[in-house]
């Protein structure tokens, strides 16, 4: 049950700091950051790979 919860806080902090990153390079270039957080915060690198590819 440790692992766990280790393994779902170490995912959890993952999201954070991915959705934090986005935000910032969103509103760089002027996109809706609000939008781009939720995606990655909801589906990790799914989210922050549909937004790399979008912002080609």
Excluded: E, P, S
């Excluded at 806080?9 to 939008?35: F, P, S, Y």
């Excluded at 990790?44 to 790979?49: E, L």
């Amino acid at each position: 049950m440790v692992r766990l919860r280790t393994v779902l806080g170490i995912t959890a902090v993952v999201h954070i700091v991915l959705a934090w990153l986005v935000r910032l390079d969103a509103k760089k270039r002027g996109d809706d950051a609000g939008k781009w957080v939720v995606t990655t915060l909801l589906t990790g690198v799914f989210g922050v790979a549909k937004y790399i590819q979008d912002g080609r």
